[in-house]
């Protein structure tokens, strides 16, 4: 009994191992746009509040 319950176990664990992986569907080009616009948004708010603070720290 212990062994079939191992044998299971090992199977189960082989199993999700070797799972089949799920792969997305692939970007469209409007995907890629609007994930590149989102980046860029990004990266300019980030050195526009960096150049604040500095401009902050400056002043006082």
Not at 2 to 13: P, T, V
Not at 28 to 48: F, P, V
């Amino acid at each position: 009994m212990k062994s079939e319950a191992k044998a299971a176990r090992h199977l189960r664990e082989a199993n999700n191992a070797f799972k089949a992986v799920r792969t997305e569907k692939p970007m469209t080009d409007y995907a890629k746009d609007q994930q590149s616009l989102h980046d860029n948004h990004e990266r300019l708010k980030a050195a526009r509040l960096a150049r604040e603070a500095k401009s902050k720290n400056s002043r006082a």
